[in-house]
């Protein structure tokens, strides 16, 4: 396999700053040992975001993905969540883990649920986050979402979001206890593929403890209109046996840090009115 390490550098860089070119410099002897070490048959890379770099590949256990970060913390506390949530058998399988690599499970079709044809229904969605939910222990988070939270609000203020109405949703929110679980925290339909009959499962987790309505969030806030919006809150949350005023929250405070991130005029419109209870 070529591996183009200029541009893997140049998409780490954002994240590591120039140790991405030098970390780069080491991926070709990294690849090889773990194929050595694991037994493997490495395939094509499969494009990834700017913590990793990911690729197909087969080994004793059969069809697998390896993945390889700069970050060995982030990747170490990755495998720890995954097998946290392992019993729900909504996530991927953790094959092996070593020195800033893991070899997971490759989930089939593993199409991402944002590029479904059809979306998943609020029933197979409440399935899916009770599943995932009940299998973790949120003692062992790395996080609370109190601390997440905080993280999400400074990065979109970085990109001009006005966050006034949000944070006192979030006070209020947080100001009444409430069931805590350990969430997977990073739940967009971009971290959610289809299992066939497996049904949904979950990837890249930033697990933290927290109130379970948080992680329904993206799949409300999903609908590209606020009707769709609405009906998918409220649907979703009878199927799930959550509250529906605090999920109705939750999508208020995180819906105008949705509308920086997303690239549709309309969708981020329809977003920013949603924030501000405009149903």
């Given at each position: 396999m070529t591996l183009d390490l200029e541009t893997i550098a140049n998409r780490l860089e954002p994240r590591f700053g120039k140790a991405a070119h030098r970390w780069a410099g080491t991926l070709p002897q990294r690849l090889t040992d773990l194929v050595a070490e694991w037994g493997l048959d490495l395939g094509e890379q499969l494009k990834s975001g700017n913590s990793s770099v990911v690729f197909r590949c087969t080994g004793p256990q059969g069809e697998a993905v390896l993945k390889l970060s700069p970050d060995s913390y982030a990747v170490r506390e990755e495998v720890d969540m995954l097998r946290q949530f392992g019993p729900s058998g909504r996530v991927p399988v953790v094959l092996a883990a070593a020195r800033g690599a893991v070899l997971l499970e490759s989930i089939r079709p593993g199409t991402l649920v944002e590029k479904m044809a059809q979306p998943p229904t609020p029933a197979d969605y409440a399935d899916f986050l009770t599943?995932?939910?009940a299998a973790g222990d949120p003692a062992a988070a790395p996080r609370q979402l109190t601390d997440w939270i905080d993280v999400l609000f400074n990065s979109a203020v970085r990109r001009g979001a006005d966050l006034a109405g949000s944070k006192r949703l979030r006070d209020d929110l947080f100001a009444v206890?409430?069931?805590?679980?350990?969430?997977?925290?990073?739940?967009?339909?971009?971290?959610?593929?289809?299992?066939?009959?497996?049904?949904?499962?979950?990837i890249d987790p930033m697990a933290c403890a927290g109130d379970p309505c948080f992680d329904a969030v993206d799949?409300?806030?999903?609908?590209?209109?606020?009707?769709?919006?609405?009906?998918?809150?409220?649907?979703?949350?009878?199927?799930?046996?959550?509250?529906?005023?605090?999920?109705?929250?939750?999508?208020?405070?995180?819906?105008?840090?949705?509308?920086?991130?997303?690239?549709?005029?309309?969708?981020?419109a329809e977003l920013a009115a949603f924030g501000r209870g405009e149903y």
């Open positions: 599943d995932l939910h206890p409430t069931e805590t679980v350990l969430l997977h925290g990073d739940l967009h339909l971009g971290n959610v593929l289809s299992g066939g009959a497996r049904g949904l499962v979950a799949y409300v806030l999903e609908g590209l209109e606020r009707a769709e919006m609405v009906r998918r809150r409220d649907e979703l949350a009878a199927a799930a046996g959550i509250d529906v005023d605090r999920l109705d929250m939750w999508c208020r405070v995180t819906a105008p840090i949705g509308a920086t991130y997303v690239s549709n005029p309309a969708h981020s």
